[in-house]
């Protein structure tokens, strides 16, 4: 069943907002009344049930409950308690997640314990543009390892013929950061399998955005973020996946307290828990993964489908308006046309990318933008209008029309952009 065609008129916009059917999403956020907001592929935005589980947890669970509360309010459970949750977004086993650290050290991690599942391979395939911190994660392994394997980057279109026999892990990021492209995880994954590479996928521009299912692809293990489309919070941790057919078969090396098989027993040597919990080092952030669950049963509720559909829209209504309003402004299209390629983000390529998303900010259209030249933005389905994209481009158009972006400031790099 393919949609109706897509409006591009006000009235018919609007119209596509009232028959939105996940439109009740957005009253459980808060967002400023004055900004778009296009940035949720980097920081989602706050949900509102998350500053009440942030009260509890401070005022009561900390200020009263003090160190009762590792078993009391469940503190000592979270990561496997919240992997579950996340588990159920990725087309995971409740046994096979935990959400811990970092994203850049979750990939440390499973990419160390999937080399060592291939003591005599020597390559990891990973796509060259990738967002950098995962190429740093793996090159640090590497380093560490001894500097007895190599990593082969190749970008999308070669990447089917780049694994070959002695490839050991194909570390991939689903949804491009920057390009928005999409990958066929299980095309991929079933490549890497008949030539017996393993894969380890990273999913943080997926997860809460698409539908993933990394069991019925067959992964290996995944890592992803909860601060982008899962709305946890500046920071929140990461989560993890290891298939159970991996679990006691390869160590994780970062072998941590939380991650033996009685922390305490306080032993003087390391033995592996069993199961996921190995994946797991020492002790986590509990403010960060307490806020973070708001997002999680957020998430649970939206049925991805739908979610995906009005992602689709959202973007495909952007790059409408875009080519209609904004023809001559010289912008170039950085991700794929067709929908069914592109993650939920639009990308457009200016040679002033910077300046003008400076601009945009500055009118209350909170994008990003990605170097040399690649403005983004991120389209959540869950807190977005199809209104808000009229209103967007709209200002675009007007920054554009009179060059307001060409004042000096908007050339000066801030810190974070
Ligand atoms: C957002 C993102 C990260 C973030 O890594 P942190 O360790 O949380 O800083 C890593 N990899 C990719 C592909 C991302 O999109």
């Known amino acids: 069943m393919s949609p109706a065609p897509l409006p591009t008129d006000l009235n018919g916009i609007r119209r596509l907002d009232r028959d939105d059917r996940l439109a009740g999403f957005r009253a459980e956020f808060e967002l400023p009344a004055d900004v778009i907001y296009l940035d949720g592929n980097s920081l989602g935005a706050l949900p509102k049930a998350a500053k009440a589980i942030a009260r509890r947890t401070v005022e009561q669970e900390w200020s009263q409950g003090l160190v009762r509360s590792w078993n009391d309010a469940g503190w000592y459970d979270m990561p496997r308690r919240l992997g579950a949750k996340v588990a159920a977004l990725v087309g995971a086993g409740p046994d096979e997640v935990v959400m811990t650290d970092a994203t850049g050290i979750d990939l440390f991690k499973v990419v160390a314990a999937a080399l060592a599942l291939r003591p005599d391979r020597g390559v990891v395939v990973m796509e060259g543009s990738n967002f950098p911190t995962n190429n740093y994660s793996v090159q640090g392994l590497i380093r560490l390892l001894g500097d007895r394997h190599q990593v082969r ?225 991120g389209l959540t389905p869950l807190y977005l209008r199809y209104e808000d994209i009229y209103d967007a481009v709209q200002v675009l158009q007007e920054v554009m029309d009179t060059e307001t972006w060409r004042r000096p400031e908007y050339a000066q790099r801030l810190a974070v952009t």
């Not at 070959?164 to 949804?175: E, G, I, N, S, Y």
């Not at 990394?214 to 298939?243: E, R, S």
């Not at 033995?271 to 996921?276: K, L």
């Not at 046309?337 to 259209?365: E, N, T």
Request: aromatic share 8%.
């Open 153 to 377: 980057f190749v970008e999308a279109a070669r990447l089917i013929d780049a694994i070959t026999d002695d490839v050991a892990v194909v570390c991939l990021t689903h949804v491009h950061y920057k390009f928005g492209h999409i990958h066929d995880m299980a095309a991929i994954t079933e490549r890497a399998h008949t030539v017996g590479a393993l894969t380890a996928w990273d999913v943080c521009h997926s997860a809460g955005a698409l539908p993933v299912d990394l069991n019925g692809c067959g992964a290996d293990f995944a890592v992803g973020c909860t601060y982008k489309y899962l709305n946890g919070g500046p920071g929140a941790p990461a989560f993890l996946f290891a298939a159970s057919r991996h679990h006691g078969q390869a160590w994780q090396p970062l072998t941590g307290w939380w991650s033996h098989a009685e922390p305490f027993a306080f032993e003087r040597d390391y033995r592996p828990a069993p199961g996921i919990a190995q994946m797991l080092s020492g002790t986590q952030p509990v403010l960060s993964m307490a806020v973070a669950e708001a997002g999680l049963d957020i998430a649970a509720r939206a049925p991805i489908e739908q979610v995906r559909q009005k992602s689709m829209r959202l973007g495909d209504l952007f790059l409408a308006l875009v080519a209609d309003s904004c023809e001559e402004h010289g912008f170039r299209v950085a991700c794929p046309q067709d929908a069914q390629q592109r993650g939920s983000q639009v990308s457009l390529s200016h040679p002033h990318a910077y300046s003008i998303m400076r601009a945009l900010i500055d009118c209350g259209v909170i994008g990003d933008f990605r170097a040399p030249d690649v403005m983004r933005f």
